[in-house]
């Protein structure tokens, strides 16, 4: 697990992407919209977990603890918010 230059803990995760969409994310940037690969993918999966915050929320909301897969209570409560 690395970590940023402001200290947060990242986990390196693996995707495939087709052709079109890494010469997109290059081309970001080129432009310098985003300084890396990395910052604009995690961008991305920021704006999907907004995107889906309420739905997750509401999903675990019937549970008094943090559902499998959520190893933090403050983490579960941070969803959706920034």
Same mark, same amino acid.
């Given at each position: 697990?690395?970590?940023? +230059?402001?200290?947060?803990?990242?986990?390196? *995760?693996?995707v495939h992407? #087709?052709? !079109?969409?890494?010469?997109?994310?290059?081309?970001?940037?080129? $432009?310098? *919209?985003?300084?890396s +690969?990395?910052e604009?993918?995690r961008? $991305?999966?920021r704006?999907?977990?907004? +995107?889906?915050? #309420?739905?997750l *929320?509401?999903?675990?909301?019937?549970?008094?603890? #943090?559902?499998?897969g &959520?190893?933090?209570?403050?983490? &579960?409560?941070?969803?959706? !918010? +920034?």
């Amino acid at each position: 697990m690395g970590k940023t +230059r402001t200290g947060k803990r990242m986990n390196l *995760i693996t995707v495939h992407l #087709p052709e !079109q969409q890494v010469y997109a994310l290059d081309e970001l940037v080129k $432009a310098r *919209i985003f300084p890396s +690969r990395s910052e604009a993918i995690r961008a $991305a999966i920021r704006d999907l977990v907004d +995107r889906y915050a #309420p739905y997750l *929320i509401n999903k675990y909301s019937k549970f008094s603890f #943090p559902p499998l897969g &959520f190893n933090n209570d403050r983490k &579960f409560l941070m969803l959706g !918010q +920034r």
